[in-house]
């Protein structure tokens, strides 16, 4: 399957989206209905949707650093949010818990599940600090979250030591053409600060 990567930003903003439709060799926007449209939504209405994923973003960031100041496992954070609101925000468990599992994103969607009391979230979006792992975008689509929006790319993780299986979730792979949610991928600021935390935490946890 083909897969198409670039930058929409009629307004210079601050996310590209990333389309899985093989027909496409530009970046478009599709809706959760199927429905196709070429970034044209009001410069102001974009701009809010902007700042609000940059503010969850950097929510996910902050825990990236929280779990390594905590000893608990790697520099990864990940935030589920509902209307405007924050339900969990979690990072990396893997060494707390002594649990392979525990991803930043696992760990979330464990946590929202059981606050929320149901094992759906499908109105609920997840900010994760870095592109997710084959699991944690397996356990996305289980919970029908309706959206992603991440940071840093895999090869920042990738680029200090994380196993490079991180990138075979959103590409190349039968499993991302199925998933039907929204996913961005944060551009300037949000993945400058998002890239940052493996340069900046990696003196301070020792690779599993
Ligand atoms: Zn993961």
């Known amino acids: 399957m083909e897969e ?3 930058t929409i930003s009629p307004v210079g903003s601050l996310t590209h989206r990333i ?4 027909s496409f060799s530009s970046i478009v926007i599709e809706t959760k209905d199927g429905t196709i449209a070429v970034a044209s939504a009001f410069p102001g209405q974009q701009e809010a949707v902007r700042d609000r994923d940059h503010k969850f973003l950097t929510r996910a960031v902050e825990e990236a650093y929280k779990g390594v100041e905590c000893g608990h ?4 954070g990940a935030v589920v949010v509902r209307d405007d609101e924050v339900v969990v925000s979690c990072h990396n468990m893997v060494l707390n818990n002594t649990d392979p599992s525990a991803h930043a994103e696992v760990t979330a969607i464990r946590e929202a599940c059981k606050k929320l009391n149901r094992i759906e979230l499908s109105d609920c979006e997840i900010y994760a600090s870095c592109e997710p792992c084959p699991m944690c975008f397996g356990a996305i689509h289980l919970s029908r979250l309706k959206r992603l929006v991440y940071g840093a790319n895999a090869e920042a993780a990738i680029a200090i030591g994380f196993d490079d299986f991180i990138a075979d979730a959103l590409r190349g792979t039968g499993f991302y053409q199925k998933a039907h949610l929204e996913i961005i991928k944060a551009d300037g600021t949000g993945a400058v600060i998002a890239e940052q935390v493996f340069e900046k935490t990696r003196e301070k946890f020792t690779l599993y």
């Open 4 to 6: 198409t990567n670039g």
């Open 19 to 22: 389309s899985y439709l093989p």
């Open 73 to 76: 496992g790697g520099p990864f």
